[in-house]
């Protein structure tokens, strides 16, 4: 059975850094498409960043977000930087079972329980 722990969330100021951690077991990452969202409350939930061969990511974080992972610890993770107050959501961990990294929520196939990320101006 698959399961994604995230880590790393919490409350920091305008303009500084966090590290997210999505540590999987059940099923090894190395060649599957992998991502992070976000959701604030009433909206819906909204890609962030992706990673396979390549990577790939929502404009609004272009330059300032890095998704990486690591084969050997199982692990993704997302750096911040430069966080803005908008940026603040939970912040949700998912592996999709194919090839194509999709920017639609319901296209992937397991879920993370979230870790909350605030930004405070």
């Known amino acids: 059975q698959v399961q994604l722990v995230e880590s790393g969330g919490g409350l920091v100021q305008a303009g500084g850094s966090l590290r997210l951690s999505c540590a999987a077991s059940?099923?090894?990452?190395?060649?599957?498409?992998m991502a992070w969202f976000r959701q604030v409350p009433g909206k819906e939930r909204e890609f962030v960043a992706g990673?396979?061969?390549?990577?790939v990511y929502r404009n609004s974080v272009k330059g300032r977000f890095t998704i990486s992972r690591d084969n050997a610890e199982n692990t993704v993770y997302l750096q911040m930087n430069s966080l803005k107050t908008e940026d603040t959501a939970a912040y949700y961990c998912?592996?999709?079972?194919?090839?194509?990294?999709?920017?639609?929520?319901?296209?992937?196939?397991?879920w993370g329980q979230g870790t909350q990320v605030t930004v405070s101006s």
């Open positions: 998912a592996l999709r079972t194919g090839v194509a990294i999709r920017p639609v929520a319901s296209d992937w196939d397991y």
């Open positions: 059940g099923r090894t990452i190395r060649s599957e498409p």
């Open positions: 990673i396979r061969d390549g990577t």
